[in-house]
């Protein structure tokens, strides 16, 4: 690789970090944990309902740790359980709707004010680099280190 690829990479890397550390600072001045904060995410942004599967697959958190804070938020009063078949979904009780507008909306409100200082063409070239990156990664991981 080129020093300037080398480079951007590293700055690639800064910009991630940075942008995980705003979340955690958010979720702090909320007063809720990071994995909270992660599943109250996922489920307001799915708008109907999801299982802790989804949580998983959204987050990228290991399945013990949205369990611990599912059954936390639930104790809280905030989630409440459906079972349909095998599959268990979870959604806001009332509590968890209120709690959910006044921590994720502002946050998703937010990040659309972010994405709107960049034109609708430098949107769709940023969502193209980004979504070539990360195949590009998915192969070359799956080549370093998945198949071993």
């Known amino acids: 690789m080129t020093q300037q690829k080398t ?57 013990q740790t949205v369990h611990s804070s599912v059954r936390k938020m639930i104790d809280e009063g905030y989630l409440r359980s459906e079972t349909t078949g095998k599959a268990v979904r979870l959604y806001f009780t009332d509590a968890g709707s209120l709690l959910a507008k006044r921590c994720i909306k502002p946050v998703q409100d937010a990040e659309e004010a ?16 980004s979504t070539r990156y990360v195949e590009g990664l998915k192969v070359a991981l799956s080549q370093a280190i998945m198949s071993k």
Do not use: W
């Open 114 to 129: 972010a994405f709107g200082v960049m034109s609708e063409q430098e949107c769709l070239e940023f969502l193209r680099l």
């Open 7 to 63: 480079s951007a990479l590293r700055t690639y890397n800064e910009l991630f970090r940075k942008e995980n550390e705003l979340y955690h600072q958010v979720a702090d001045k909320l007063g809720l944990s990071g994995s909270a904060f992660h599943v109250l995410y996922t489920i307001y942004d799915s708008g109907q309902g999801c299982t802790q599967k989804d949580i998983c697959l959204f987050t990228g958190l290991p399945k």
